[in-house]
């Protein structure tokens, strides 16, 4: 089975804690702290890999969390950071966040990577705290929780020529023709649900890969017969062969469906419509095919090329194929370098908002991603840890916010997680 959505979930690992310890050595009197800083947790990185070819594998397995890093030990032992979570996807995988839909990364190559979610840091250990006015200090951190998220894999199938048409005009025949492709065939409609992918090599040795997309009908851009899962796949794919039931045997003008098929391309993408293409008409071996051809010569013989075939009996399908590997020669000789930027571009930095106060009830809530943080590093079951917190609010003026926002003493706080009294 052919999958090419998934919907999945992804956690760095935590960071390890750090440690209080002090030295208790021999000949060492009054040893100072010791505790050592907590390692990384790991990164979730997805990797592209040329051999898989569908996301079926997300079927089965939808959670992805990374180990979390050591925690820190005495005599100044930091703990291990974890090793990364490598995750392998098809080559051809858009990578967006399921919440906001940013494209986080479009995995193209083998072997290129995307970290999705990071680990956290290692908090530190007691030994970082020591200062001249605390020699002996019993504050450390917890470490930083990993980045989560859940994530939309959408995979694009990489073909350097894609076939597109109405259902049933012999593109899965004519891909068997010239390939090692053997998709199934039979005389209805939507034989074909998932795209098919084969090779075709060409006697000077020149080979591409060529995807027999399944077919379109009217209204496909708006999802209609799987529209938006079948025309996806032509966004990669460089040259376009239409192919039209030539002889009319479904009982629809061939001509209709090239318009029909064109303005479906265009209204779902307006690069698809202007790609290179080609015209293959096909079923040339059934009668009234001749007068079929000959009116759509008229109309579009100055547009775009035409090569009239059978791909049941092979008959033209050589032809077409040696033009288009002669096409797809230009297109690889002629792709445009990237121009150089002439002016510097000017990127202006805007600092993100330390922290917000609402009111929910009695309640004063305080958000923040940075005061997110610090709740979830701090220890508060050590004094040292709730002293540092206090210090880290009155620091960020998060004290004095409230107190305009209307706090008086014995008010009701809540930051993230964790709910207090205000003390004035």
Known sequence: MFYDQARIYVKGGDGG????????EKYVPEGGPSGGDGGRGGNVILSGDEGLWT???????RHYKADRGEHGQGKNMHGKGAEDLRVRVPVGTVIKDSETGEILADIVHHGQVAVVARGGRGGRGNARFMSNANKAPTTSEKGEPGEERWL???LKVLADVGLVGFPNVGKSTLISQVSAARPKIADYHFTTLTPNLGVVELEDGFSFVMADIP?????AHTGAGLGHEFLRHTERTRLLIHVLDISGSEERDPLEDYRVIQRELELHNPELARRPQVIAANKMDIPGAEENL???KEQLAGEFEIYPLSAATGE?????MLRVGQLLADLRVNVPEPVAVAEPRLVQARPEQRFSIERDGDVLVVS??????HVAMTNFETEGGVRRFQNILKAMGVEAALR????????????????FDFVD
């Open 368 to 373: 923040g991603r940075e005061l997110d943080r």
């Open 294 to 296: 000959a009116r759509l």
């Open 316 to 320: 033209g399908v050589r032809a077409l």
């Open 404 to 419: 305009q926002a209307g706090a008086i003493h014995g008010s009701k706080v809540r930051i993230a997680d964790l709910e």
């Open 55 to 61: 996301l079926a594998d997300f079927r089965y397995q």
């Open 215 to 219: 077919g379109l009908i009217e209204g």
């Open 152 to 154: 939309n894999l959408e």
């Open 17 to 24: 804690s750090g440690a209080v310890a002090f030295r208790r």
